[in-house]
């Protein structure tokens, strides 16, 4: 039914949502390169941005640690600690400040007890197993006609996308709180408030474009199980 001279079309679907995500991240790669230039006025590097961040909330008893990679940035819930990148942890720059930040927006999620953040971390678990259970059940189901197991395998799967779904709100709230954060302690000027909103909504977009591509990619495994249901 999806097919003509031979090609799958459905493919498609996955095409799209490949370059959704392919774009995003061009774009926050470049937005995060080209306010990595923009110095602060403040010359605080990313460490003593999260530490006066994270100290005016009440939470001084969370540790800031160096991590290794690019962007590897992330709030540690389970140890209660910020994990910054090394260019993060010692840039001086709008995006190293942004950044870092954002990350202590979500150890005070954590504080607050911020239902998203709690609803993601209960889903999380589950998330992981369907994430390795539900193409392998669809694959399965497919090669020996057990259309039942196939239709399991894709609610696993929607189970990835509501996991995804749910991290949206995590995010784009962190960034929010980051940019209150910076303003409300002074630690970026007017004048570089812009260039964190647009870093910050940069790195948001890429967690929109995941929640679209993993919707093609579920779509197209719902109109291929269906089509075999119907044989």
């Known amino acids: 039914m999806y097919y003509y001279y031979g090609i799958d079309y459905t493919y498609i679907l996955v095409l799209i949502g490949f370059l959704i995500t392919f774009l995003a991240q061009i774009f926050v790669n470049s937005s995060y390169k080209k306010y990595k230039k923009v110095e602060t006025k403040s010359r605080l590097d990313g460490y ?4 006066r961040i994270l100290n005016s909330n009440g939470l001084g008893n969370i540790d800031i640690v160096e991590t ?16 910054l990148s090394s260019d993060i942890y010692h840039g001086t720059s709008v995006a190293s400040a942004s950044v870092a930040a954002h990350e202590c927006g979500h150890a005070v999620q954590d504080k607050e007890n911020y239902f998203f953040l709690r609803f993601r971390s209960t889903l999380a678990p589950i998330a992981t197993f369907s994430s390795r259970a539900g193409y392998f059940a669809i694959m399965i189901g497919l090669i020996f006609g057990l259309v039942k197991l196939a239709w399991i395998g894709i609610f696993l799967e929607m189970v990835i996308l509501l996991f995804q779904i749910i991290t949206l709100p995590v995010e784009f709230d962190a960034s929010r709180r980051a ?29 929109v474009a995941s929640v679209l591509s993993t919707l093609l990619s579920v ?13």
């Not at 003593?48 to 530490?51: F, L, P, S």
């Not at 408030?193 to 909504?201: N, V």
Request: no cysteine; proline share 2%.
């Open 48 to 51: 003593e941005v999260a530490r």
């Open 68 to 83: 290794e990679g690019e962007l590897t940035d992330h709030y540690d819930p389970t140890r209660k600690v910020v994990r």
């Open 179 to 207: 940019l209150e954060f910076l303003k409300k302690e002074a630690l970026i000027e007017k004048t570089e408030q812009d260039g964190s909103r647009k870093m910050l909504t940069a790195a948001a977009l890429t967690y």
């Open 219 to 231: 779509l197209r495994l719902i109109l291929i199980v269906a089509n075999r249901d119907r044989r």
